[in-house]
């Protein structure tokens, strides 16, 4: 099958060479592309990306607000993931609040752009633990309460501190000697009691209530 992308940037060199790069994958195709974040919504209910590759500065609607107003509003909304001139960025840490499943820097390799494309259609977030440290070191939030609303078992807890660290799937199964069904069972009840859509806003979370900090 092949992972439908959608292309959102206002400089038009980018979107030419995030096309060039990904319609030269097996895989992977270019469906549309949008210079403003106002284009998105018709975009995606006519072409259904399954990944959307979205500039995080534009002039008009900005990738914070089209991302919430597109995972708002579609019943079955692509995954996001931002494409930004800098990692450190306050826009780039609202966005991934806003529910993008990760960021792509647009000095990225062509084979990491292939990569990350490949990573959040698969339903997984693309995390860089020392990124999002940063982020929410700089501008995250403290004191919240999403952590004890959910009121985690003690597995679970410890499911989402491994995933804090950025592990997979398969490297938490290793480091908790179980089974990898059982980790996704608890990382699916971990998405669920915070009220998250993925790995990316669970461990914002875990941040922003202090279960862990940035300074480790």
């Keep these: 099958m092949t992972t439908g992308v959608l292309i959102v940037d206002d ?124 982020l929410v070191g700089a501008y995250g939030p403290a004191g919240g309460d999403q952590l004890r609303a959910a009121r985690l078992t003690d597995r679970e807890a410890e499911v989402l501190r491994l995933m804090t660290t950025g592990r997979s799937n398969p490297e938490i199964a290793a480091h908790l000697v179980v089974g990898v069904e059982t980790v996704k069972t608890h990382v699916g009840n971990v998405l669920a009691k915070l009220g998250v859509r993925d790995r990316t806003q669970a461990v914002i979370a875990a941040y922003e209530s202090g279960f862990v900090t940035p300074s480790g």
């Design 11 to 134: 400089d038009e060199l980018i979107r030419i060479g995030l096309r060039a790069i990904i319609d030269a994958q097996p895989d992977l195709s270019v469906l549309a592309e949008a210079a403003d974040g106002a284009e998105l919504p018709p975009l995606v209910a006519r072409h259904r990306p399954d990944v959307v590759l979205m500039d995080v500065r534009m002039p008009g609607i900005d990738g914070i607000q089209a991302t919430r107003h597109l995972l708002a509003t579609s019943a079955d909304p692509p995954r996001v993931l931002v494409v930004t001139t800098f990692a450190n960025d306050e826009y780039v840490y609202e966005a991934l609040r806003a529910g993008a499943s990760g960021f792509l820097l647009k000095r990225a390799r062509p084979a990491e752009v292939v990569e990350a494309v490949r990573v959040v259609a698969a339903g997984e977030s693309l995390l860089f633990p020392a990124a999002i440290r940063q």
